[in-house]
C-alpha cells in the first residue's frame, strides 16, 4: 500500500525559508504525479500549490507563487520537495502532498478526486 509522509514543516519568520519532503513508501515515486496542497487556519478547503508529473517533464505552479516556490523530485530516494523561499504569514498552513498516476488528476484546484494523501506538515510564519 502506497503511503506519503510530509516532513519539513516548523515555524519561519517572514522571508525566511523552509524544504518540505514528501516521501512515497509502498510503491514507485517514478510511477506518480505529486501535488502539494495547503490548508491555511479557518479554510475548510485544501488549495493547490504545486505539482509534478512523473517524468518531471510537466510542473505546476499556483500564479501567486510562482518564483518563490520549487517543486523537484528525486525518484532514486522516492521523494518530492517542495523548496519554499521568502515566506510571508500568508503561507501559513498545512502543507499535503498528495499523488495519483495522473498528472491532470492533481492538478485539480481543490484536490478533488485525489485519494492518496499524507496527513500534512504544518508551516508556521511569524510577522
Known amino acids: 500500500q502506497v503511503q506519503l509522509v510530509e516532513s519539513g514543516g516548523g515555524l519561519v519568520q517572514t522571508g525566511g525559508s523552509l524544504r518540505l519532503s514528501c516521501a512515497v513508501s509502498?510503491?514507485?515515486?517514478?510511477?506518480?504525479?505529486i501535488g502539494w496542497y495547503r490548508q491555511a487556519p479557518g479554510k475548510d478547503r485544501r488549495a493547490l500549490v504545486t505539482?509534478?508529473?512523473?517524468?518531471?517533464?510537466?510542473?505546476y505552479y499556483a500564479d501567486s507563487l510562482k518564483g518563490r516556490f520549487t517543486i523537484s523530485r528525486d525518484n532514486a530516494k522516492n521523494t518530492v520537495s517542495l523548496q519554499m523561499n521568502s515566506l510571508n504569514p500568508e503561507d501559513t498552513a498545512v502543507y499535503y502532498c498528495?499523488?495519483?498516476?495522473?498528472?491532470?488528476?492533481?492538478?485539480?484546484?481543490?484536490?478533488?478526486?485525489?485519494?492518496?494523501w499524507g496527513k500534512g506538515t504544518l508551516v508556521t510564519v511569524s510577522s
Open positions: 505539482a509534478i508529473s512523473w517524468t518531471a517533464g510537466h510542473t
Open positions: 509502498g510503491g514507485t515515486v517514478s510511477d506518480l504525479s
Open positions: 498528495a499523488a495519483d498516476d495522473q498528472f491532470g488528476v492533481v492538478i485539480r484546484p481543490s484536490g478533488d478526486g485525489l485519494h492518496l
